[in-house]
């Protein structure tokens, strides 16, 4: 069975109920699919900008992985980390749930192999 | 047990795949229960001087919550956290620190579990400086 790329609408649901009302960042760890897949991330990343913008949202942080120091082995498979700052849970929803975001949503799916999808809450200060 | 510190062989491959330049260091973190997380946050207060000597800063520091999608089905860490680093040397020279090794023993008696990976600053939609 292929990796989960795009959460469910049980994981929405769980996304909005554990929602303690602050801003989070979105950890995106990215597995390419051999190709092209890099090449269309890159084409949904640029258009996914305008809609990050509208909703106050920002890149904190890209890289790509290079050097693994530790890690369990199933867990450095990825080729790109991005770290995303929405000002409110309610913010990714209204961007998720848009009619031209979902236009380009597919991209996403088409580029991707496997991701890892999580929110982490900032530490004041941090 | 879980692999929580590199050994020398990966030391000798972070250097040798060093493409020069600053990179950035993603740490996830999983923590022993009773105590790991208190344990961790005095280890990353000493470690704060050690980093700061090398030129080396947090980026992001950050506690794990709602999981909406990975292949494990569930979230597996406690925290992340990512710390800039102006070379590879400059790590080298932390770690290898007399002093920097007196607190490294606790960073290591706080942890389950820990990713520590060493990534390339990108801009945003994607791209990369050229490997």
Known sequence: ?126 | MSKLDPTSEDIKRFHMEDAGGPFVMLNLLKFKPDGGAETYSDYAEKALPHLRRVGAEFVYVGHLSTMLASPAGETEYDAVALVRYPSRQALHEMIMDPEYQKIAHIRAASLDRAILQATTPGTFPGTFPAA
């Not at chain 1, 597995?31 to 909703?55: C, N, Q, S, W």
């Not at chain 1, 192999?113 to 530490?123: A, D, Y």
């Open chain 1, 1 to 126: 069975m292929p990796d989960k790329i795009e959460p469910n609408e049980e994981d929405l649901k769980r996304f909005v109920a554990e929602d303690d009302g602050g801003e989070f960042c979105m950890l995106n760890m990215l597995k390419f699919i051999p190709g092209d897949g890099a090449t269309k991330y890159a084409e949904y990343g640029e258009k996914v900008m305008e809609h990050l913008a509208r909703v106050g949202a920002e890149a904190v942080y890209i890289g790509q992985l290079a050097t693994t120091l530790a890690a369990p082995e199933r867990d450095t498979e990825y080729d790109m980390i991005a770290l995303v700052r929405y000002p409110s849970r309610q913010a990714f929803m209204e961007m998720v749930m848009n009619e031209e975001y979902l236009k380009i949503a597919p991209l996403r799916v088409e580029a991707l192999e496997s991701t890892v999808l999580q929110v982490t809450i900032p530490v004041p200060g941090s």
